[in-house]
């Protein structure tokens, strides 16, 4: 099982930092984990993915040069520190995982989903 946490209420220009923990016989040193949010009446977007296949790591634009994914292997968790949040980050954000250790971006990569948990940013 995934689970996400570190959703809350924030202003824009304000910081979180999600958590994405595994259990379960999830060992997250041998998957690609990825965050994704889904905005209110669109669809889900990949946010930005960490591969411990080949060390990749990488973001939708929107996010580049204000959020952070990092994984503490040890402690099976990934991270998401998002900064300087705009209100157009308001989502739900999901964690997913890839067995394959392969997606990282594309939803339909992923089939291992965390429940999500909700980012409001006020303006």
């Known amino acids: 099982q995934l689970q996400a946490s570190g959703g809350g209420l924030v202003q824009a220009g304000g910081s979180l930092r999600l958590s994405c923990s595994a259990s379960g016989g999830f060992t997250f040193d041998r998957y690609a984990v990825a965050w994704f949010r889904q905005a209110p009446g669109k669809g889900r977007e990949g946010v930005s993915c960490i591969r411990s296949s080949d060390a990749t790591i990488d973001y939708t634009d929107s996010v580049k040069g204000r959020f952070t994914i990092s994984s503490d292997y040890a402690k099976n968790t990934v991270y998401l520190q998002m900064n300087s949040l705009k209100p157009e980050d308001t989502a739900v954000y999901f964690c997913?995982?890839?067995?394959?250790?392969?997606?990282?971006?594309?939803?339909?990569?992923?089939?291992?989903w965390g429940q999500g948990t909700l980012v409001t940013v006020s303006s």
């Open positions: 997913a995982a890839d067995s394959y250790n392969l997606g990282c971006l594309v939803e339909a990569d992923f089939y291992h």
